[in-house]
């Protein structure tokens, strides 16, 4: 690999702008292709994820290219989860007993927008949009284009392709269909679809419902979910099955049965939804998958990043901020001064596939979680003792969810492995009657509880070391 | 459905000749399309999986079509492990504490020469050979057909399709290409290949080495088996890394080093295996995978039943073992009278998916086992403490291994869970000093333990199920 290799990065959505953005900071001539229209110049909103979260893992990238500040102007912190049960009573379930750990929403377009202009700015990164990547021939690191606009085709060649291009990757494709190497590949899909609808703003463009959480309505097989926009309105994403339960998406098909099915289980958020109805059929509904795959790469020529190598389902609200956090780990990989692109693509590959494999079944656990475990009493309690936990003793415990969300020093699979351990740790203890949580527990209390949690922990991650043979 | 449909099976197999074979019997209509000539007429074997292991769950198929006694004859009982270390020591770990449950060699060729002889014998069942479906149109029951010989290509349809055939089934990747519904798959190659080998037969035709067992020289990243033949041969297999290790698939490139290879590794095997390098070099090197997807059926008109289905890796010696049992749980579906091949089909997947599910990641555990573990003092204890536990105890106890193996009357799942949280709590208290094996322990020492691990064993299931949020 040379200092002035050229790059060609397929698909300018949030984890391609990024990536075009550092390596044009590192001095690489980089094109970047995109199928759809310039988003800074067309509204493409077509009801999928207009907002997502934001949070420390994702600010790691925006720190590595100095836009850390820029971005925080278009946050909205939020503080914990709102639920809202059937009868319209609402609690806020923190996401963690420190202060300063929130996670944001944040529009998906004004990222991506800022992305792309400073990118942009480097002399030397070029984007193309309406340029759709059709295959890529591995073996001679070229790229099969086709513009919409002129309905042109051609091929693109350059040092090192990479394919930033989304769950339904080209790249990938033609890695699976080629078979000229033993390529594992998953695509798992939930039972639940989703579709996205509104809360606007009032008259005068406040919040219809409290600003700063996630609002969640769990109802156990399915859920509605709220995140905040600038703009005063939320956007809504209910989650729900296709062909299961009384209700789903299968037999939702006309506004009586809609506005029926939000009557009885989500009356408090049916009130400020005058706009259900539309929304609902002017929306689609899309499929929730997971994918997963290996190698990333083509020898040096060809390599995934973000979710055309590790695409998940939303639950977590990891999905950006781990293809910002590829970015961040492939750029540290970088400074290694490897010899070859090879051997940065299989070093960037060994640290890096472990933790994005354990992103995407934690971001499951939470589907589980989300709509389902956050209404279940024994979990409440073990969220009331967390919390007290990380404020009376903020450095000494995080929870599963601080570890993943606001430990962005440790990797996922690290959180993964000691959150599991601690989440088994605290339930079965409060199942065996060996703690007890009240409200306002004295910090004496406290600590011994904690040393306690810690001490069942460690037994558990001890015994699973066993049991796997690896002590 | 009715009594008459017709049912067009792709692949003559060992599961889809079960198949046509109990499908005849029950009087439908039943025709069956195979790729590779008739193996009764033309030697197909291509260094590839020559024998295979037979026990309790495939022996189940064989009662269902009344052939129990004459697979019986080509059967060559393996009671055991005969482990065999770097210095040529052996030890035999013996299956199960009980004497009467053991496991078999078998020759595929045989077995499925047997299936497919008294297959034929119903009027309404007919085989045809050098056939090879090339897609199945599944929207209007269609099968896409190649004939070999005469190059003539052809469609066929029927009432019902059911794909037998194999990992590489032509079904599952029109169900994957034509992107109709959703449809979960995932192929998971393990780092490692194998290779096929022999130790031909002493000059009056017996063994060279102990006939009754399944040899194993177990060398932490990589060994080799060796299963008997009723020729007085065994059919030995190599399982190595591509690349990675000293030695790997890549790099044994030449007959010195794969003699080196073999001379510092296996020693006493080489002694026995004068024509090692020849098979080296003759034989194939072939890739290990996972398959697993859903849904199984598209409605009622197509189903993808065995390895097509769910494809394992060899470890745990129940692939075939798998496919037979598939064949008996649909026919249990079949008795309970549904109204249309849709609802038989999604029976078919609800009680059985579950339990292929376990097995694939049930083979994937044994692959370590069998090439590690049994070296590990700690395991070896484990399995000391089980044999005795299974002689003196044969109705309380079963190890993981006799729940999969000879506990045909449940599901792997059951087995796993089970027999894993077994596992976990026999090594941990053997790591934590819990408890302490000697050989001739007293039945009333066996006892005493036989109800410490049951107790520790419910404890670890419920704390699983706590953790779960399932109690």
């Given at each position: 690999m040379k200092k002035d290799d050229t790059i060609l990065i397929v698909g300018a959505g949030l984890c391609g702008s990024l990536l075009a953005l550092r390596l044009g900071q590192r001095g690489f001539t980089v094109n970047v292709y995109e199928k759809r229209p310039d988003l800074r110049k067309v509204d493409?909103?077509?009801?999928?994820?207009?907002n997502l979260a934001f949070s420390d893992r994702g600010n790691k990238g925006m720190k590595l290219v100095d836009l850390e500040e820029k971005v925080k102007e278009l946050c909205i912190p939020m503080n914990g989860r709102m639920i809202h049960d059937k009868e319209g009573n609402t609690f806020l379930s923190n996401?963690?007993?420190?202060?300063y750990e929130y996670i944001n929403s944040i529009s998906r377009g004004d990222l991506n927008a800022l992305l792309l202009d400073e990118a942009e700015k480097h002399p030397k990164v070029n984007v193309h949009f309406n340029t759709s990547c059709k295959k890529v021939d591995f073996e001679n690191t070229k790229a099969y284009f086709k513009n919409y606009n002129t309905k042109s085709e051609f091929t693109q060649t350059a040092d090192v392709i990479i394919a930033t291009?989304?769950?339904?990757s080209a790249l990938r494709k033609s890695y699976y269909l080629e078979r000229k190497f033993l390529f594992s590949f998953s695509q798992n899909y939930l039972t639940h679809g989703y579709k996205e609808l509104s809360i606007l703003p009032t008259?005068?463009?406040?919040?219809?419902?409290?600003?700063n959480a996630l609002h969640i309505w769990p109802r156990g097989d399915f859920m509605i979910i709220a995140l905040p926009n600038l703009d005063g309105s939320f956007t809504v994403t209910l989650f729900l099955?296709?062909?299961?339960?009384?209700?789903n998406f299968n037999n939702l098909t006309n506004p009586e049965i809609v506005t029926e099915f939000f009557k009885k289980e989500f009356p408090d958020a049916l009130e400020i939804m005058p706009n259900l109805v539309e929304d609902f059929f002017e929306n689609p509904t899309a499929p929730l998958g997971t994918i997963k795959c290996s190698p990333?790469?083509?020898?040096?020529?060809t390599l995934l990043m973000g979710d055309s190598a590790h695409a998940i389902v939303p639950f977590y609200g990891q999905g950006m901020n781990a293809s910002f956090e590829d970015v961040v780990e492939f750029d540290a990989v970088l400074d290694e001064?490897?010899?070859s692109w090879e051997a940065v693509f299989k070093a960037y590959q060994k640290r890096r596939k472990k933790d994005t494999d354990a992103i995407a079944d934690l971001a499951i656990d939470n589907f589980h979680e989300m709509k389902?475990?956050?209404?279940?009493p024994i979990f409440q309690e073990k969220r009331k003792l967390e919390m007290a936990l990380e404020d009376q003793f903020p450095k000494d415990y995080s929870s599963k969810y601080s570890l993943v969300?606001?430990?962005?020093?440790?990797g996922y699979r690290e959180a993964m492995i000691k959150g599991r351990a601690q989440d088994e740790a605290i339930l079965n203890m409060i199942a065996d009657g060996d703690i007890e949580i009240k409200d306002n527990m004295s910090k004496e209390v406290l600590a011994d509880a904690l040393k306690r949690v810690q001490e069942v922990t460690n037994t558990i991650l001890k015994h699973d070391r066993i049991a796997e043979l690896k002590e």
């Open positions: 493409i909103s077509a009801g999928r994820s207009i996401y963690s007993g420190r202060d291009d989304g769950a339904g008259e005068n463009g406040g919040y219809k419902t409290y600003k099955s296709y062909e299961e339960g009384e209700y990333w790469h083509y020898k040096g020529n001064e490897h010899e389902d475990h956050v209404a279940n969300t606001f430990n962005e020093h440790i």
